[in-house]
């Protein structure tokens, strides 16, 4: 798809455009990625969770705005803004509104298309290029490609190591649906397996059979919650099982791994869905939900994403899981504010941990531009449930 193609790079070709980009080395992280101010402002009114085209875009519009006005300052190549990215495209190539998409191009041309390499092989630096490889799709210029498949190259060509590569139970967003996505584009399937063979060896440390979900990492294997629980992160599951989403997205429909990768993505939606807040939303502690004072967004955005990606692709049956999305995305349109900030999202951190309602921070606003997205193609849809007849 090609959005104000020419309008985004002739103003990325501005230097009064140039400057509002943070093109210092050493980016603060967590200050370029959100804030949590003590007052936010009111709570939006006018907006509505009915799923039906105008509200769920008049909901996302106002999100989308708000970020790519507030933001696009401090645009970066980390992984925090790279969340943000897939989001922004995912809005635009579903509604036809430029903003994400254009904001989004006039960053990658910023950037001369380069990942930041001086973490290699750090996943989180790889996710970038889930961008720059849509933005080839629709204009396949070399130079959009060049350095994401150099970096994907020395990757695949790494030889295994005592650590896992993908040792976060997050990297399963970062990278994997990346390599997927080169595959599809250069034909050579070598990157798939590369990606298959990473992500046993990351499942084999973490997942929890039984459980149906994944340890952070392997410090937490031992951690319980203060009712005895495992202790499972919100948003690392929120990673997987959109990580999964995306992974099956590329992956060919006849790919003989998409069996196994269908398999665990119905695992987990099942046992994320059986776990909701009775508000619609989940706590960043799973299993001690009661445990949190508030229901937080990032995880949950993930989930009503890639739950809603099922759905539309018949792997989700929709009797059971629309009902989940729904409530979901009511509770979340619930806690945008009136110029446009969404809150309710937990800052940096690698664990469960307290945040406020104002908390705003960008890859929770990604992932609620592709739950939203997703929600919006299934409006209308007559099919979901065939296909999922189908696939059984």
């Given amino acids: 798809m090609k959005i104000a193609l020419t309008l985004a790079l002739a103003l990325t070709l501005s230097p009064a455009f140039a400057q509002n980009f943070s093109v210092t080395p050493k980016i603060n992280e967590k200050l370029a990625a959100g804030d949590s101010p003590a007052d936010p402002g009111p709570l939006a009114t006018g907006l509505s969770p009915a799923l039906t085209h105008k509200d769920i875009r008049a909901a996302m519009k106002k999100v989308a705005d708000w970020q790519v006005t507030t933001g696009e300052p401090r645009f970066n190549q980390l992984w925090t803004m790279a969340a943000l990215y897939d989001g922004l495209l995912a809005y635009s190539h579903q509604t036809k509104d430029p903003v994400g998409h254009d904001a989004v191009l006039r960053m990658a041309v910023h950037f001369q298309w380069q990942l930041v390499d001086d973490r290699f092989p750090h996943a989180d630096d790889e996710h970038l290029a889930y961008s720059f490889l849509d933005l080839y799709a629709e204009h396949p210029d070399p130079v959009r490609l060049a350095s994401t498949k150099a970096t994907l190259d020395r990757l695949i060509a790494r030889p295994d190591e005592a650590r896992p590569v993908w040792w976060w139970c997050d990297a399963l967003y970062m990278a994997p649906p990346v390599l997927v996505r080169l595959a599809k584009i250069t034909g050579d399937r070598r990157y798939i397996v590369y990606m298959d063979h990473e992500w046993d060896v990351t499942k084999a440390l973490l997942y929890v059979e039984d459980e149906h979900l994944y340890f952070r990492d392997a410090t937490f294997l031992q951690k319980t919650e203060a009712n005895g629980k495992k202790l499972f992160w919100s948003r690392g599951n929120g990673w997987v099982l959109a990580g999964l989403a995306m ?36 706590r960043t502690g799973l299993l001690d939900q009661g445990a949190y004072k508030l229901p937080e967004i990032s995880g949950s955005a993930f989930y009503t994403f890639a739950m809603a990606y099922g759905i539309n692709h018949g792997l989700l049956d929709p009797k059971v899981f629309r009902p989940v999305v729904e409530k979901s995305w009511a509770a979340m349109v619930a806690r945008i504010y009136a110029n446009g900030r969404l809150g309710s999202i937990q800052p940096i951190g690698a664990a469960p941990d307290a945040f406020q309602l104002s908390s705003s921070y960008v890859y929770g606003v990604g992932g609620f531009l592709e739950a939203g997205s997703e929600l919006d193609r299934m409006v209308g849809a007559k099919t979901s449930v065939t296909r999922h007849q189908q696939n059984r």
């Fill in 247 to 282: 992974v099956l997205n590329e992956l060919p429909a006849k790919d003989p791994l998409r069996p196994k990768y269908e398999r665990q993505f119905r695992e987990m939606a099942a046992k994320i869905a059986s776990i909701q807040g009775s508000e619609g939303l989940w």
